[in-house]
């Protein structure tokens, strides 16, 4: 299906194309104007510990919902939901190694499992652009680049590690606007954590992204960061537990709740 | 010692006074412009649940800080603190039940206890009184009046139960304003969840609180209602867990955090 006419689709509609597993590409642009979401799934034995990490960390890990333990639904987010098919690509994680990538994780559910939605940067991209921000990546069809960082977080119990950031091109007189923008969306990461000067931060080369595409930075543009709910998975890898699921970078749940709606709650 | 006097002591003068048992009174109207927080302690094995339930009811539990477990330190809102001291006044309740109040809650620690600090509408007051808002039960010297409420929450495991709300009269060409600062501040509660009617959330009569004091309510006066930090208590005593020590109304721990530095967290 061609992506113009993939973004006329509703929220309920790309889930159960994605849930068929007629579509498994990556989700930013899609349903504007929704909210999309990270994921983490791990056994309930590990859940205290990372429900405080996230109450530790609000910025890259905002909580958008945690589901009942062994449960495949939501609540609140979204109701025809599968949480175990309609994420377009997930990962598995075992002793903090990536095992694998499917885009089902039927097989490997257990009742024992618990999942947390997670606020995710590509819902507030469309009140960017509404606001006259061009998103590169959006643009130039790929991925956002995500970049590893120095920045330690807050660690809890088990949990602990580095923020990842997701990278925006922003013409310098647009910035003033990105950060108004984004600050009023806490619960999808908000403001920016570092404008501009990449090394600041721990990123040596922005041209090699650690997680989805590089994009064109044009002359007169500002590197924009802000914290990335793919920060999960690199503590996961740093903490090592068992078993771990995650999203693939880029490859979102959508949700039938507005992102304007998340401002007002 | 007078109430003038004390009002000009520091976070960190104010809790060591308390600490001592020298002032053993509730707090509203203290240290002003620094957040005041309630509290939850309960042991390990009912954490999980708890901090579910509030990251599922955000506005009457916004956590700001969980302590490591069987610690009575913090180290996001203060440093010098003894969590088993520094509360003027706490209650301790067996199976739901409120069993003692006391002044210091040191001979019954135990190694697997959790302490849950919760964002408090004490904090958002000093901001009410500098938007010119005269705060009540400030100017008549009492706790403020809090009520249940018929609002369900949103359960979590074994935590279930109905909202509690603190009222402050407003002139009724003060109510936008009120909202304006409150809802800025939503980790001290945030803006009003009732503007006038009380019986629309269950409440008979404003004369009898269940928690604190009742204030005077002039003509052209609205009650406004907020989404309250002993909401907990009234939880706890739905759930019945086996031993639970909470703060006692109004009676609050002073934080070293400017209430101003929460808006921009």
Redesign the interface.
């Known amino acids: 299906m061609l992506k113009t006419a993939l973004s006329s689709l509703s929220p309920v509609e790309l889930r159960q194309l994605i849930r068929r597993g007629e579509y498994t590409d990556q989700t930013s642009g899609l349903a504007p104007g929704y909210t999309q979401a990270n994921l983490v799934i791990l056994p ?1 034995k590990l ?2 510990d990372f ?2 990490f996230t ?2 960390n609000p910025k890259p890990c905002p ?1 958008l919902e ?1 589901s009942d333990v062994g449960s495949r639904k939501l609540h609140r987010f979204a109701t025809d939901i599968d949480l175990a098919n309609d994420f377009p690509k997930y990962r598995i994680y075992r002793h903090g190694v990536l095992d694998q990538e499917v885009t089902s994780v039927e097989p490997y559910w257990r009742d024992d499992l618990v999942s947390f939605i997670i606020g995710c940067s590509f819902s507030f991209e469309s009140e960017l652009i509404t606001a006259g921000i061009e998103i590169r990546q959006i643009t130039e069809g790929v991925n956002v680049p995500m970049y590893n960082t120095n920045i330690a977080l807050d660690p809890a119990g088990r949990f602990h590690g580095n923020m990842v950031v997701s990278m925006r091109p922003i013409p310098e007189e647009q910035v003033v606007t990105a950060v108004k923008v984004t600050a009023a969306m806490p619960r999808v990461h908000g403001a920016p954590i570092q404008i501009g000067d990449p090394a600041k931060i721990g990123i040596s080369d922005l041209a090699h992204s650690d997680y989805g595409d590089a994009v064109t930075i044009k002359p007169g543009e500002v590197p924009v960061f802000w914290p990335c709910g793919v920060t999960p998975q690199n503590v996961i890898m740093q903490t090592k537990p068992d078993f771990v699921i995650t999203h693939s970078p880029g490859h979102m749940l959508v949700t039938d709740v507005k992102n304007v709606s998340l401002k007002y709650q």
Do not use: H
């Open positions: 309930k859940a205290y429900l405080l109450q530790r909580i945690v």
